[in-house]
Protein backbone atom coordinates (compact mmCIF):
# COMPACT_ATOMS: atom_id res chain seq x y z
CA UNK A 1 0.00 0.00 0.00
CA UNK A 2 2.90 2.11 -0.93
CA UNK A 3 0.55 4.75 -1.98
CA UNK A 4 -3.04 4.87 -0.56
CA UNK A 5 -6.42 3.51 -3.39
CA UNK A 6 -8.38 6.11 -1.86
CA UNK A 7 -8.93 9.73 -3.39
CA UNK A 8 -6.58 11.59 -2.51
CA UNK A 9 -7.40 14.43 0.43
CA UNK A 10 -5.63 18.09 -0.90
CA UNK A 11 -3.76 18.60 1.91
CA UNK A 12 -1.95 15.07 1.19
CA UNK A 13 -1.18 16.24 -2.17
CA UNK A 14 2.78 15.22 -2.49
CA UNK A 15 4.72 18.09 -3.15
CA UNK A 16 7.26 18.53 -6.16
CA UNK A 17 10.75 16.92 -5.78
CA UNK A 18 11.68 19.29 -8.04
CA UNK A 19 12.78 23.13 -6.60
CA UNK A 20 10.22 25.13 -8.04
CA UNK A 21 12.87 28.32 -8.54
CA UNK A 22 14.57 26.12 -11.18
CA UNK A 23 11.74 25.39 -13.23
CA UNK A 24 11.15 27.93 -15.93
CA UNK A 25 8.14 28.77 -17.88
CA UNK A 26 7.84 25.97 -20.73
CA UNK A 27 8.43 27.29 -24.39
CA UNK A 28 5.78 28.80 -26.60
CA UNK A 29 6.13 26.64 -29.80
CA UNK A 30 6.01 23.45 -30.79
CA UNK A 31 10.06 23.05 -31.94
CA UNK A 32 10.64 25.04 -28.58
CA UNK A 33 8.92 22.18 -26.81
CA UNK A 34 10.38 19.05 -28.25
CA UNK A 35 13.91 20.88 -28.49
CA UNK A 36 12.96 21.38 -24.48
CA UNK A 37 12.03 17.42 -24.41
CA UNK A 38 15.31 16.23 -26.24
CA UNK A 39 17.15 17.94 -23.78
CA UNK A 40 15.58 16.76 -20.39
CA UNK A 41 15.45 13.13 -21.97
CA UNK A 42 19.13 12.86 -22.85
CA UNK A 43 20.29 14.55 -19.59
CA UNK A 44 17.86 11.39 -17.65
CA UNK A 45 20.00 9.15 -19.51
CA UNK A 46 23.67 10.47 -18.71
CA UNK A 47 22.28 11.15 -15.02
CA UNK A 48 21.64 8.00 -14.71
CA UNK A 49 24.55 6.28 -16.88
CA UNK A 50 26.89 8.78 -15.02
CA UNK A 51 25.19 9.92 -11.85
CA UNK A 52 24.88 13.56 -10.89
CA UNK A 53 28.08 14.47 -9.69
CA UNK A 54 30.31 12.93 -12.89
CA UNK A 55 27.70 14.85 -15.64
CA UNK A 56 29.08 17.67 -17.42
CA UNK A 57 26.59 19.49 -19.69
CA UNK A 58 29.12 18.63 -22.64
CA UNK A 59 27.77 15.18 -22.01
CA UNK A 60 24.14 16.03 -21.85
CA UNK A 61 24.34 18.63 -25.24
CA UNK A 62 25.96 15.78 -27.50
CA UNK A 63 23.74 13.09 -26.09
CA UNK A 64 20.83 15.67 -27.31
CA UNK A 65 22.96 16.76 -30.40
CA UNK A 66 22.19 19.73 -29.57
CA UNK A 67 24.86 22.77 -29.52
CA UNK A 68 25.95 25.20 -25.78
CA UNK A 69 23.91 27.43 -27.30
CA UNK A 70 20.94 25.56 -27.30
CA UNK A 71 20.73 24.06 -24.14
CA UNK A 72 21.48 27.49 -22.39
CA UNK A 73 18.22 29.03 -24.42
CA UNK A 74 16.29 26.53 -21.74
CA UNK A 75 18.54 26.19 -19.19
CA UNK A 76 20.80 27.95 -17.11
CA UNK A 77 22.56 25.12 -15.78
CA UNK A 78 23.12 21.31 -14.13
CA UNK A 79 21.01 22.05 -11.52
CA UNK A 80 18.26 23.58 -13.74
CA UNK A 81 17.73 20.31 -16.16
CA UNK A 82 18.17 18.26 -13.22
CA UNK A 83 15.02 19.64 -11.87
CA UNK A 84 13.04 19.46 -14.91
CA UNK A 85 14.58 15.67 -15.29
CA UNK A 86 12.34 15.33 -11.73
CA UNK A 87 9.47 17.48 -12.53
CA UNK A 88 8.65 15.21 -15.44
CA UNK A 89 9.80 11.96 -14.01
CA UNK A 90 8.00 11.85 -10.74
CA UNK A 91 4.49 12.09 -12.43
CA UNK A 92 5.07 8.61 -12.92
CA UNK A 93 5.81 7.29 -9.66
CA UNK A 94 2.74 10.15 -8.57
CA UNK A 95 0.25 8.27 -10.72
CA UNK A 96 2.09 4.56 -11.35
CA UNK A 97 -1.80 3.32 -13.63
CA UNK A 98 -3.26 1.50 -10.48
CA UNK A 99 -5.92 -0.75 -11.58
CA UNK A 100 -9.25 0.19 -10.61
CA UNK A 101 -10.00 -1.23 -7.36
CA UNK A 102 -13.19 -0.32 -5.32
CA UNK A 103 -12.24 2.21 -2.02
CA UNK A 104 -14.98 0.11 0.00
CA UNK A 105 -13.86 -3.13 -1.44
CA UNK A 106 -11.68 -5.68 0.08
CA UNK A 107 -8.79 -3.99 1.85
CA UNK A 108 -6.47 -7.10 1.04
CA UNK A 109 -7.42 -6.51 -2.61
CA UNK A 110 -6.50 -2.61 -2.19
CA UNK A 111 -3.37 -2.84 -0.79
CA UNK A 112 -1.98 -5.28 -3.28
CA UNK A 113 -3.08 -3.21 -6.12
CA UNK A 114 -1.51 -0.24 -4.59
CA UNK A 115 1.99 -2.36 -4.13
CA UNK A 116 1.78 -3.40 -7.47
CA UNK A 117 1.73 -0.22 -8.62
CA UNK A 118 4.28 1.10 -6.55
CA UNK A 119 6.72 -1.68 -7.14
CA UNK A 120 5.77 -1.50 -11.22
CA UNK A 121 6.41 2.07 -10.99
CA UNK A 122 9.81 1.96 -9.16
CA UNK A 123 10.81 -1.15 -11.62
CA UNK A 124 10.44 1.59 -14.43
CA UNK A 125 12.51 4.46 -12.71
CA UNK A 126 14.86 2.06 -11.32
CA UNK A 127 17.95 4.29 -12.74
CA UNK A 128 16.45 7.01 -11.46
CA UNK A 129 15.73 6.15 -8.13
CA UNK A 130 18.79 5.32 -7.33
CA UNK A 131 20.20 8.52 -8.65
CA UNK A 132 17.74 10.37 -6.49
CA UNK A 133 19.65 8.33 -3.03
CA UNK A 134 23.12 9.92 -4.28
CA UNK A 135 21.41 13.71 -4.94
CA UNK A 136 20.23 13.49 -1.39
CA UNK A 137 23.33 12.61 -0.04
CA UNK A 138 25.14 15.52 -1.42
CA UNK A 139 22.39 18.09 -1.71
CA UNK A 140 20.36 19.19 1.49
CA UNK A 141 18.16 21.49 -0.22
CA UNK A 142 17.09 18.36 -2.66
CA UNK A 143 16.92 16.11 0.72
CA UNK A 144 14.60 18.13 2.27
CA UNK A 145 12.02 18.09 -0.36
CA UNK A 146 12.30 14.37 -1.13
CA UNK A 147 11.67 13.65 2.52
CA UNK A 148 8.99 16.26 2.61
CA UNK A 149 7.33 14.08 -0.18
CA UNK A 150 7.57 10.97 1.34
CA UNK A 151 6.21 12.05 4.40
CA UNK A 152 2.80 13.34 2.31
CA UNK A 153 2.43 9.84 1.31
CA UNK A 154 3.06 8.53 4.95
CA UNK A 155 0.33 10.94 6.13
CA UNK A 156 -2.14 9.26 3.05
CA UNK A 157 -1.79 5.66 3.86
CA UNK A 158 -2.30 6.70 7.93
CA UNK A 159 -5.50 8.39 6.86
CA UNK A 160 -6.10 5.18 4.93
CA UNK A 161 -5.32 2.63 7.82
CA UNK A 162 -7.28 4.88 10.33
CA UNK A 163 -10.55 4.79 7.49
CA UNK A 164 -10.28 0.98 7.87
CA UNK A 165 -9.82 1.26 11.95
CA UNK A 166 -13.07 3.25 11.71
CA UNK A 167 -14.89 0.75 10.02
CA UNK A 168 -13.40 -2.35 12.02
CA UNK A 169 -11.47 -3.70 9.46
CA UNK A 170 -7.79 -2.93 11.59
CA UNK A 171 -6.47 -3.22 14.66
CA UNK A 172 -7.38 -0.12 16.58
CA UNK A 173 -4.86 0.08 19.47
CA UNK A 174 -2.18 1.28 16.50
CA UNK A 175 -1.13 4.47 15.71
CA UNK A 176 -2.25 5.15 12.11
CA UNK A 177 1.16 7.44 10.85
CA UNK A 178 3.63 5.31 13.00
CA UNK A 179 2.13 2.13 11.59
CA UNK A 180 2.27 3.64 8.33
CA UNK A 181 5.86 5.23 8.81
CA UNK A 182 6.83 1.41 8.92
CA UNK A 183 4.94 -0.49 6.36
CA UNK A 184 5.84 2.60 3.84
CA UNK A 185 9.70 2.49 5.11
CA UNK A 186 9.20 -1.56 4.09
CA UNK A 187 7.98 -0.95 0.90
CA UNK A 188 10.33 1.73 -0.11
CA UNK A 189 13.63 -0.05 1.41
CA UNK A 190 12.00 -3.55 -0.30
CA UNK A 191 12.03 -1.89 -3.80
CA UNK A 192 15.39 -0.37 -3.14
CA UNK A 193 16.98 -3.16 -2.98
CA UNK A 194 15.34 -5.32 -5.04
CA UNK A 195 15.19 -3.12 -8.21
CA UNK A 196 18.15 -0.59 -7.44
CA UNK A 197 21.09 -2.99 -5.82
CA UNK A 198 19.44 -5.66 -7.53
CA UNK A 199 21.43 -7.92 -4.56
CA UNK A 200 18.26 -8.92 -2.87
CA UNK A 201 16.20 -10.21 -5.98
CA UNK A 202 19.57 -11.79 -7.23
CA UNK A 203 20.53 -13.91 -4.33
CA UNK A 204 16.72 -14.13 -3.12
CA UNK A 205 14.97 -15.50 -6.95
CA UNK A 206 11.87 -13.39 -5.80
CA UNK A 207 10.23 -12.13 -8.89
CA UNK A 208 7.54 -9.29 -8.33
CA UNK A 209 4.54 -11.67 -8.04
CA UNK A 210 6.33 -12.91 -5.08
CA UNK A 211 7.46 -9.36 -3.92
CA UNK A 212 4.18 -8.10 -4.15
CA UNK A 213 2.30 -11.26 -2.40
CA UNK A 214 4.69 -11.17 0.22
CA UNK A 215 4.45 -7.28 1.15
CA UNK A 216 1.10 -7.46 0.89
CA UNK A 217 0.67 -10.35 3.38
CA UNK A 218 2.90 -8.40 6.07
CA UNK A 219 0.68 -5.33 5.82
CA UNK A 220 -2.33 -7.68 6.21
CA UNK A 221 -0.95 -9.20 9.12
CA UNK A 222 0.73 -6.32 10.77
CA UNK A 223 -2.31 -4.14 10.83
CA UNK A 224 -4.89 -7.40 11.54
CA UNK A 225 -7.08 -6.71 8.89
CA UNK A 226 -10.07 -8.75 8.07
CA UNK A 227 -12.20 -8.88 4.55
Excluded at 161 to 186: C, H, N, T, Y
Excluded at 193 to 221: M, P, Q, S
Aim: hydrophobic share 45%; net charge negative; aromatic share 8%.
Amino acid sequence: MARSAARPIPEDVPPSMANSALLRDLPATERGLRTRSALIAAARTVFEQSGYLDTRLIDITTAAKCSAGTFYTYFASKEEIFAAVLELAQEDMMHPGMPHVDADGDPAAIIEASNRAYFEAYRRNAKLMGLLEQVASVDPEFRMLRQRRADAFVRRNARSIEALQKRGLADVDLDPLLSSRALSGMISRLAFGYFVTGDAAEEDGIDLDALTRTATRLWVNALRITA
